[in-house]
């Protein structure tokens, strides 16, 4: 499926907490970003499936797909548009044969043997990074910088994001790179207002 990675938002709960998980996402998303990839690595799978079918009900009739990160029960249950896993999060052909042909589905990677190991043909897109060190997430790989980031997407087979550490200011440089955009979470949703946040991505 053909899918709009020019800036796609990966949620956190302690971070969206300011404003509230959706009122977030949607002042988001009014502010340009393109995916929306609900991240939750505490919540039971009855409160994710939850809090997915509250944003998709949200942002229905915008165009945005919800994306489910590493559980696929979750992305299967709430109906959300797709899954992203990581190295170590199962497996990408169960994954898409679970999901059926149309759901978005992601995977990360952080270096140049993930890259020649993997199979694009189950993948829509590629997560890369982290491109910088960031508090976000604490067991994140070496930092690319951008000259790794480049190299990465010269090789990759599919679109790419990148992601890790990433602000507006950013934006021009991970484009420059080759990738369709960059992902983040806490130069957004950790804002005070996330909707001029997101819109700082596309005034280079
Ligand atoms: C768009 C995107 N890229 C990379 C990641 C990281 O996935 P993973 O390595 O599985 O780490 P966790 O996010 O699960 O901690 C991502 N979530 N999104
Ligand atoms: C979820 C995630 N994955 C990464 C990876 O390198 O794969 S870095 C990361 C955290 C991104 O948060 P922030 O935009 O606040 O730096
Ligand atoms: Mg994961």
Redesign the pocket.
């Known amino acids: 499926m053909r899918i709009d990675l020019s800036l796609y938002l990966?949620t956190?709960p302690t971070?969206c907490a300011r404003h509230g998980l959706v009122e977030t996402v949607v002042a988001a998303v009014r502010g340009g970003v393109t995916v929306v990839q609900l991240?939750d690595k505490h919540a039971s799978d009855a409160e994710l499936t939850d809090q997915a079918r509250r944003l998709k009900a949200a942002l229905a009739g915008s165009g945005v797909p919800l994306i489910i990160?590493d559980r696929l029960d979750v992305a299967l249950a709430s109906g959300a548009d797709g899954l992203h896993i990581?190295q170590d999060d199962g497996d990408v052909a169960r994954a898409r044969a679970a999901l059926g042909p149309a759901a978005i589905l992601g995977l990360?990677v952080?270096r140049h043997d993930q890259l020649a190991a993997l199979d694009p043909q189950p993948l829509d897109y590629l997560?890369?990074?982290?491109?910088?060190a960031?508090?976000?997430?604490h067991d994140?790989?070496a930092p690319l910088g951008f000259d790794g980031l480049a190299a990465l997407v010269a090789k990759s087979p599919l679109p790419a994001v990148a992601?890790?550490?990433?602000k507006a200011e950013h934006a021009a440089r991970v484009r420059a790179a080759g990738a369709q955009g960059p992902?983040?979470?806490?130069?957004i949703?950790?804002q005070a207002d996330p909707e001029a946040a997101a819109r700082a991505f596309f005034t280079d």
Request: proline share 3%.
């Open positions: 990966v956190d971070l991240r990160n990581g990360s952080q997560g890369l990074g982290p491109v910088f960031t508090a976000t997430k994140h790989a992601i890790g550490g990433l992902a983040v979470i806490s130069a949703c950790g």
